[in-house]
């Protein structure tokens, strides 16, 4: 079933995944955050948001039945499609027995090192996926945080979490800056919740990251960098003298000094501040060596 297909291919994707699940014996696990895709019109969303060529390597977390995988296997030099469902990964390894540019690796994402995943000297990739509302965060940061990262990540979340991911100062969040930290997040798609089956109580946006060649700050500083922002969300409401003298456990004169120096009034909040406003004050506590907190 191609992407580009009309309407009339969402009933008949929901048709298909009722019959496979049925001929599985199965059924949609809760504990998983099983939500099937079964609107082509959204699959054919994610693979153009996904700007695959013949040239790529795409690592697919949660194939599910298979529906996205078919698309990136016909578009996609590569694809690695790790999926924890024992019974799901064995349904898929017999449904794509013939195709040769797909490995089914049956494993938990957040335990696996992506560069485990990827062919030997294989370094530039893509991941896409739909993921389960309870792993979002946990999954976007272990690829963002790996080595290699990807250059581009598509993945269907639920719609508070894309805006939060894709929010601007005024509305940034620790989620919005530590994805920003390491790449370019922009919504791309909404999916309504009847996109799915079973259909999920919340609806979806598809949301496309382009990494930075190089994040924000290196590796060797992220512990530190990140007590700075969690002490400066600690109490978002709250002006940023009092969160991060709280939550750094520092005098209030050094952190008014440090908030000067890096162009910043202490009266402002948290949310307000851009990723460079977040990486000046860092370095300016560094430079100074006025940091008391712990990593």
Known sequence: MQAGQDNADRPSLGR??????REMGA????????????????LKQVVSASRITPED???EVGPGLGVLTRELVR????VISVEIDET???????????????RIVHGDILRLAPASLLP?????????????????????????EADPHPELMVVMVQKEVAASIA??????????VGVQLYGKPEIVGRVSAGSFHPVPKVDSSIVRITAYPQPVVEPGERQVFFSIVRAGFGSPRKQLINTLSHGLDMQKEPVLRALE?????????????SIEEWRRLYRTFQDTGGLRCTP
Do not use: C, W
């Open 16 to 21: 298909e995944a009722r019959s496979l699940l």
């Open 27 to 42: 059924k949609a696990k809760k504990g998983l955050g099983q939500h099937f895709l079964v609107d082509s019109r959204v």
């Open 57 to 59: 390597t795409v690592i």
């Open 75 to 78: 578009l996609a030099g590569r």
């Open 88 to 102: 799901l990964a064995g349904r898929l390894e017999t449904a794509f027995s013939t195709v040769d540019n797909l």
């Open 120 to 144: 030997e000297g294989v370094t530039a990739y893509k991941v896409v996926a739909n993921l389960p509302y309870y792993i979002t965060s946990p999954v976007i940061r272990h690829f963002l």
């Open 167 to 176: 929010a601007q100062p005024g509305k940034m969040s620790l989620l919005s």
């Open 261 to 273: 120096a890096s162009g910043i009034e202490a009266s402002r909040r948290a949310e307000t501040l």
